[in-house]
């Protein structure tokens, strides 16, 4: 048994490293002051773009506007980010929809209604990627 370890070992040291992207991405817009800006990433259309479905959230301290997500795997995100102005902890909403907060998506789409992941959607290959988002007031 001793003996198939010592084989083994060596296998496993020449197996290829698992594939990981950076996506670097850039909030432009931030008014300054209030709260953080949260980023949200999602990795497939279910449950976008609802903040508690987010597949990672960062928080990004007020004055800062730039984050590298290191270790993706290469495919299709969509970034959310907004202002959370009052330190709430949650993107605050009229009605429930309309955005009372600074907020944008990847790809800075045109939306009306709620957003679909086809059009916040970014490839992120393994040699990784750079996004900016503008927020919108």
Request: one cysteine or more; a negative charge; proline letters at 7%.
């Amino acid at each position: 048994m001793l003996n198939a370890c010592y084989f083994a070992l060596p296998l496993f040291l020449c197996l290829p490293a698992a594939e990981a992207a950076t996506l670097n991405v850039t909030l432009d817009g931030a008014k300054a002051g209030g709260g953080p800006l949260t980023v949200l990433v999602f990795g497939g259309a279910e449950g976008f773009p609802r903040e508690a479905r987010a597949s990672a959230r960062h928080h990004l301290p007020a004055g800062q506007s730039t984050l590298a997500l290191v270790g993706l795997k290469p495919g299709q995100y969509a970034v959310m980010a907004y202002h959370d102005e009052d330190g709430n902890g949650e993107l605050n909403r009229f009605l429930g929809m309309i955005p009372q907060e600074g907020w944008g998506l990847s790809n800075n789409p045109a939306v009306s209604g709620k957003p679909a992941f086809k059009d916040a959607a970014i490839t992120v290959p393994e040699s990784g990627a750079d996004v900016t988002i503008r927020l919108n007031y």
